[in-house]
């Protein structure tokens, strides 16, 4: 899968059913080659600079399915 169809997909939290946005980033391992953290922009993307919410970071770990939509993650806010 290509980051540009990851960074299209919703974000969402099953724990509360909220929707986190999109995701802006990926951290990886250089060895490996594996996905190590997502990074999803924390507030408002239109008024970012206004904004001073901390990105949201979401371990690999935490991603329990990829659909064609939505990627469904289980963090603790």
Do not use: Y
């Not at 997502?38 to 600079?49: A, D, E, S, T």
């Amino acid at each position: 899968m290509l980051f540009s169809e990851l960074k299209c997909k919703d974000v969402i939290n099953v724990r509360n059913c909220k929707k986190l946005g999109h995701i802006s980033d990926i951290e990886f391992d250089e060895c490996s080659g594996c996905i190590c953290k997502v990074m999803i922009p924390g507030g408002n993307r239109f008024l970012n600079f206004l904004c001073c919410e901390a990105d949201i970071v979401i371990p690999f770990k935490d991603i329990r399915q990829i659909g064609p939509d939505i990627i469904l993650v289980d963090i603790k806010c």
